[in-house]
């Protein structure tokens, strides 16, 4: 790893060199700290995969602070106390590095084959196997994901500690994007697609042209006409209209009255807890 003085440009002055076994290497660097991941098993010619973190606080006398053993690392990136590390087939990696000998391990996104990382302001880019993801940070540990894959399959994810609780799958062919249903074929598909079609044939009294097709093995396509595409403020007065109409007939639907009894129970007793 070497250090040059960019003043002029033209002319990059050398200033040091930190050497480290022959290894493809990308680094990144903040204040004090350059972050280097050394990739083995390959042409680059190292024979160990790891994170290097070295003190550049004397641009003259750089020190290894420590080394910490990754599986299959690419490129990395840092935003404010974040370290993310992209670990090839085994992920991308989140660190808190504010403890440089004690690096956090804070998240591990298993499902992705990660090779570079661009964190941005409010959205972090990665790149993976044929595959474009964009990231959003929260709490360090929530993500909502854009995938673009060379299939023209875009899919949208949202999930919390790891777990996924919202997907989204879309073709795009060229003019608009269709929403599309996927189902894994473990778990009964007859029943799976005989509920679908029900479901969606109960709705068409009430939206006339929506309609369900079958476009892969395991992919069906939810066809909505654009008529139902409504903005924030026209959906927020629909649920403002369906709310007076709870007023006039004097009571919430059946399926409401639970949800509303756990959520005042809950409400209720965790101010209790609170006042204690």
């Given at each position: 790893m070497f250090i040059y003085n960019i003043?002029?440009?033209e002319t990059p002055l050398f200033i040091s060199e930190f050497q480290h076994g022959t290894a493809c290497d990308p680094v990144v660097v903040d204040d004090n700290y350059a972050y280097i991941t050394l990739r083995a098993g390959n042409f680059c010619g190292a024979?160990?995969?790891?994170?290097?973190?070295?003190?550049?606080?004397?641009?003259?006398n750089l020190k290894l602070i420590k080394s910490y053993t990754m599986d299959n690392p690419y490129g990395l990136g840092i935003k404010d106390n974040l370290l993310f590390i992209c670990d090839g087939t085994s992920g991308l990696k989140v660190y808190n590095k504010g403890n440089i000998e004690e690096l956090e391990l804070l998240n591990t996104f298993k499902d992705i084959t990660a090779y570079d990382v661009i964190p941005m302001e409010n959205n972090l880019l990665l790149i993976g196997e044929n595959t474009l993801y964009q990231y959003t940070y929260s709490n360090n540990v929530s993500r909502q994901v854009f995938t673009y894959s060379g299939d023209k399959l875009i899919t949208i994810e949202s999930s919390y500690n790891g777990e996924l609780y919202y997907k989204y799958v879309f073709t795009y062919n060229g003019d608009s994007l269709q929403e599309v249903i996927e189902y894994d074929y473990n778990e009964g598909v007859e029943e799976f697609v005989g509920s679908l079609y029900n479901a969606v044939d109960g709705l068409t009294s009430k939206y006339p042209g929506i309609s369900v097709k079958k476009i892969g093995d395991k992919q069906w396509?939810?066809?909505?006409?654009?008529?139902?595409?409504?903005?924030?403020?026209?959906?927020?007065g629909q649920v403002t209209e369906q709310y007076l109409q709870y007023l006039i007939d004097g009571k919430l639907p059946d399926w409401e009255v639970p949800n509303m009894i756990v959520k005042y129970?809950?409400?209720?007793?965790?101010?209790?807890?609170?006042?204690?």
């Amino acid at each position: 790893m070497f250090i040059y003085n960019i003043d002029k440009p033209e002319t990059p002055l050398f200033i040091s060199e930190f050497q480290h076994g022959t290894a493809c290497d990308p680094v990144v660097v903040d204040d004090n700290y350059a972050y280097i991941t050394l990739r083995a098993g390959n042409f680059c010619g190292a024979f160990d995969s790891s994170l290097e973190i070295v003190d550049i606080s004397d641009i003259y006398n750089l020190k290894l602070i420590k080394s910490y053993t990754m599986d299959n690392p690419y490129g990395l990136g840092i935003k404010d106390n974040l370290l993310f590390i992209c670990d090839g087939t085994s992920g991308l990696k989140v660190y808190n590095k504010g403890n440089i000998e004690e690096l956090e391990l804070l998240n591990t996104f298993k499902d992705i084959t990660a090779y570079d990382v661009i964190p941005m302001e409010n959205n972090l880019l990665l790149i993976g196997e044929n595959t474009l993801y964009q990231y959003t940070y929260s709490n360090n540990v929530s993500r909502q994901v854009f995938t673009y894959s060379g299939d023209k399959l875009i899919t949208i994810e949202s999930s919390y500690n790891g777990e996924l609780y919202y997907k989204y799958v879309f073709t795009y062919n060229g003019d608009s994007l269709q929403e599309v249903i996927e189902y894994d074929y473990n778990e009964g598909v007859e029943e799976f697609v005989g509920s679908l079609y029900n479901a969606v044939d109960g709705l068409t009294s009430k939206y006339p042209g929506i309609s369900v097709k079958k476009i892969g093995d395991k992919q069906w396509t939810l066809e909505i006409p654009e008529k139902y595409s409504v903005g924030h403020e026209a959906h927020f007065g629909q649920v403002t209209e369906q709310y007076l109409q709870y007023l006039i007939d004097g009571k919430l639907p059946d399926w409401e009255v639970p949800n509303m009894i756990v959520k005042y129970y809950t409400t209720t007793e965790g101010m209790k807890a609170a006042m204690k």
